[in-house]
């Protein structure tokens, strides 16, 4: 299966600083990206959807000038955490999918980002 | 509202036996559907799909099942390996809609005893 990154795979900051993670598709061209939210013992709650060159959308509830999403090309994602507080601590999950066809539409993840706010 | 549900949060198995997932959903325009395994700490690895024209979907010792007039599916491994043990996640989506958009279950822990 295709291969997506992901930088750093933890970070620990204090309250009140911003962190940028990074996503990327090593062997394929991402149309779409993904960012995702879980929670321990939780299911994974998309955030938002970035399509290259476009701005990006974001799910009910979640704040956009929070979390910052910048697809500038098909292989890069970012999303920056913007003002950290030890309530955005969470396990951080990209995906990336390809163009979709009428039959398949897999989304590949990256490995997540374990991101700690003291 | 949760659209996609997987009511047992764990099975367990033992090795070489049959391992049977459920998944149930509520929005009939889901047309296309996915299962993931994930271990703690790290993404989602995809396993198998099924689009809503079909209702059966296998590869290798993975099996899905898609019965659209109940909303239920269900993923099959037979035979059970103690690394199946992993956190299970059904998905779903709508194809035609073209966002891509996943709604996932809560999962459901597997454990596969030696």
């Known amino acids: 299966g295709a291969v997506v990154s992901q930088h750093p795979s933890w970070v620990i900051c204090k309250s009140g600083t911003s962190v940028k993670i990074e996503c990327r598709s090593l062997?394929?061209?991402?149309?779409?990206m993904f960012w995702y939210r879980q929670f321990p013992k939780q299911s994974l709650m998309l955030m938002a959807t970035?399509?290259?060159?476009?701005?990006?959308?974001?799910e009910q509830g979640v704040e956009k000038d929070k979390f910052l999403i910048n697809h500038a090309s098909l292989t890069l994602s970012t999303l920056t955490v913007t003002s950290a507080h030890p309530e955005d601590s969470s396990f951080y999950i990209c995906?990336?999918?390809?163009?979709?066809?009428?039959?398949?539409?897999?989304?590949?993840f990256g490995p997540g980002t374990r991101l700690t706010v003291l | 509202d949760q659209q996609v549900k997987q009511n047992s949060p764990s099975l367990s198995v033992q090795e070489g036996r049959i391992s049977i997932l459920n998944c149930d959903y509520t929005?009939?325009?889901?047309?296309?559907f996915l299962w993931y395994k994930k271990y703690p700490a790290e993404g989602p690895t995809f396993l198998i799909s099924?689009?809503?024209?079909?209702d059966k979907n296998e590869d290798g010792r993975f099996t899905v099942f898609l019965n659209k007039s109940a909303k239920h599916l269900s993923l099959h491994i037979v035979p059970s390996q103690p690394g199946d043990s992993a956190v299970y996640f059904c998905?779903?989506?709508?194809?035609?809609?073209?966002?891509?958009?996943?709604?996932f279950g809560q999962g459901t822990t597997l454990q596969v005893k030696p």
């Open positions: 995906s990336a999918r390809g163009l979709p066809t009428l039959t398949h539409n897999e989304q590949f």
């Open positions: 062997d394929f061209q991402a149309t779409t």
């Open positions: 970035s399509n290259e060159g476009s701005k990006a959308t974001y």
């Open positions: 929005n009939s325009m889901f047309d296309y």
């Open positions: 099924i689009s809503s024209i079909k």
């Open positions: 998905a779903a989506t709508v194809l035609a809609s073209n966002t891509g958009k996943l709604i």
